[in-house]
């Protein structure tokens, strides 16, 4: 009862009561399309748009996951990898073990695809060389320029079992969709969560005529959730019962433990009034 108690609190206080491991984690947030019952991802359109309006983020970031082709001379693996805004990595505050971040440079249109890569990645298929940083790999047959090597991240979401980052290189679009970037961002420490969604609510108004010939759900529009909420989605009720059910468990254990004792004592009754008559 007691093992079972400990191995699911361990497992709820993993996941709902201790924050994300980043710096201002109650207020990393999720960014999304609300189209009631769906919620969507952002578009380029979107995000390009989010970033240039936005006054209420101290940083916002997106990701779309992308699985790539690595090749060298000993031959080609898939691996899976992301694909980021140049703000990707100071948005969790993970600065590479060897290289540089991502600049915003490296997001121009035109410019050799800048890329960084998993700590298991270097080790693994670069041999751990400290002369790899600055060298170019080859990813879906084009080279990308290697500028940092991450440290080793277990148990950080978003960045943990990626093999590869790769710096967006993103323009403007002909057309609103397609809708692939999940949008995420950090709130000022001195703004609500309401303004933040009132900001996002106005620049989405301001952005919907631009784009009405390829996209016409006028009642969609932004809006925010936890970042946390997000990663382990609606377990808090499943989790209370499996917590509850386990305590139970505990307490049938308690009671079983305490009537043995109690039927121990009561045989040897005639025992015990020898011993204190003696």
């Given amino acids: 009862g007691i093992g079972a108690t400990t191995a699911i609190f361990a497992a709820v206080n ?16 999720r960014l999304y399309t609300d189209s009631p019952p769906n919620k969507f991802h952002f578009s380029v359109a979107d995000y390009l748009a989010l970033q240039a309006q936005q006054t209420q983020f101290e940083r916002i970031a997106g990701y779309a996951d992308r699985t790539m082709a690595w090749s060298d001379a000993g031959g080609a693996e898939r691996l899976t990898g992301r694909l980021v805004t140049w703000t990707w990595f100071g948005l969790f505050g993970v600065q590479p073990a060897a290289g540089r971040d991502f600049t915003e440079a490296d997001s121009q249109p035109g410019r050799t695809p800048a890329v960084i890569v998993s700590n298991s990645f270097w080790q693994q298929r670069l041999g751990g060389r400290a002369d790899a940083v600055g060298t170019t790999i080859r990813l879906d047959n084009a080279e990308h320029l290697l ?11 978003f960045i943990q079992n990626q093999q590869f980052f790769v710096a967006a290189q993103w323009t403007a679009p002909p057309r609103k969709g397609p809708f692939f970037i999940r949008a995420m961002g950090r709130l000022r420490a001195d703004t609500s969560r309401a303004a933040a969604v009132d900001e996002l609510h106005a ?3 301001r952005l919907f005529p631009i784009w009405r010939a390829s996209y016409q759900d006028e009642k969609a529009t932004w809006s925010i959730e936890d970042l946390k909420a997000f990663v382990i989605g609606d377990v808090h009720t499943t989790a209370g019962i499996a917590l509850a059910a386990v305590a139970l468990v505990w307490l049938i254990a308690c009671t079983n433990a305490s009537n043995l004792l109690v039927a121990r004592i009561t045989s040897r009754r005639r025992e015990l009034a020898v011993r204190a008559a003696l």
Avoid: E, F
């Fill in 14 to 29: 993993a996941a709902l009561l201790r924050p994300l491991p980043y710096p201002g984690a109650d207020r990393l947030v």
């Fill in 147 to 157: 500028v940092g090597v991450l440290p080793p991240l277990p148990g950080r979401p």
């Fill in 203 to 205: 620049i989405n108004r």
